[in-house]
């Protein structure tokens, strides 16, 4: 595991999965070598389910077709995309799996220093990455969602917690 990368993801289970509660619903999109998945098993959470286009994955597909995939509307309280939405649009499928008042825990290179990242890559201190970075998104123009936290990480990285709108209160449109 290259340095850059082996520190970011010390980080990431400090900042973002130790926080949640062993009894969420959790959804990992792009789990490619289980390494949240693995963690978070191994430390008490049961209800973990991950997602990529490849095996081993404990569900093999493609985000954009969740239907088809048996996955349920509004049925997780946390999902999880490191480094996933550069490579491909999920936030409304995001949205619609999760709960109201579920959370997206994302992370993605800042998309103006993307070339930095690529650098960095080249040079082995990041991990390579698998795909295009086709989708380079800014996290404060993602809409359907609350922001609770976003941050940028080394002047490259970005790291956020949106949250899904909690469900009006009943006769209130």
């Known amino acids: ?3 850059l990368s082996d520190l970011a993801r010390r980080k990431k289970i400090a900042h973002f999965l130790d926080p949640i509660p062993k ?3 959790i959804l990992e999109i792009g789990c490619g070598s289980r390494w949240v998945g693995d963690y978070l098993r191994s430390h008490g959470w049961s209800g ?3 997602l990529d286009l490849f095996p081993p994955a404990d569900l093999v597909g493609d985000i954009r077709r969740w239907r088809e995939l048996g996955l349920t509307a509004e049925s997780f309280d946390v999902i999880i995309a490191f480094e996933v939405i550069e490579h491909v649009e999920c936030i409304a499928e995001c949205r619609s799996l999760l709960r109201p008042g579920g959370r997206l825990l994302l992370t993605s290179p800042v998309p103006h220093l993307d070339w930095v990242m690529r650098l960095l890559e080249t040079c082995g201190l990041n991990q390579r990455r698998t ?3 086709s ?3 800014y996290f404060r123009r993602i809409t359907g969602f609350e922001f609770v936290e976003v941050r ?3 002047g490259l990285a970005q790291w956020g917690v949106l949250q899904k709108p909690a469900a009006p209160a009943p ?3």
């Open 1 to 3: 595991m290259p340095l």
């Open 48 to 50: 973990y389910l991950g």
């Open 171 to 173: 006769g209130r449109a």
């Open 152 to 154: 940028t990480v080394a």
């Open 131 to 133: 795909s295009p970075h």
């Open 23 to 25: 009894t969420a619903r």
């Open 135 to 137: 989708n380079l998104t």
